[in-house]
Nanobody, 127 residues
């Protein structure tokens, strides 16, 4: 069973960029779809990106709300996936999570379809 740990949150500048990391322990991400979610106070948890990890390739999905501003990637060992978000605005402030579905399943926008979550990393955007 994978365990996930996010890092890289903190204070971002409006118009700037951030990169979040999601590290796996207990295995690698090969065969898993890794979703990036965020949840702001009073709002529902929202999937903003997903990267599905195959042996030699990935499939990416980005939410329309952030399309053109986010990019997902992974390290060669397939133990860490990254989320880069550009053109930050205060609307991007939220608790950001990574999560995985059961091995072999594709990306999904539905949080309940992910069964392993990290603890979250807080992102604040202010000048």
């Amino acid at each position: 069973q994978l365990q996930l740990a996010e890092s890289g949150g903190g204070l971002g500048q409006p118009g700037g960029s951030l990169r979040l990391s999601c590290a796996a322990s207990g295995g690698t991400f090969q065969g898993y779809a890794v979703g990036w979610f965020r949840q702001a106070p009073g709002k529902q948890r929202e999937m903003i990106a997903c990267i599905r990890n195959f042996a030699n390739s990935v499939e990416r999905e980005n939410a329309d709300s952030v399309k053109g501003r986010v990019f997902t990637s992974r390290n060669n060992a397939k133990t860490t996936v990254y989320l880069r978000m550009d053109s930050l605005s205060p609307d991007d402030a939220a608790l950001y999570y990574c999560a995985v579905r059961s091995r072999g399943l594709p990306c999904s926008k539905i949080p309940d379809e992910y069964n392993t979550w990290g603890q979250g990393t807080q992102v604040t955007v202010a000048s």
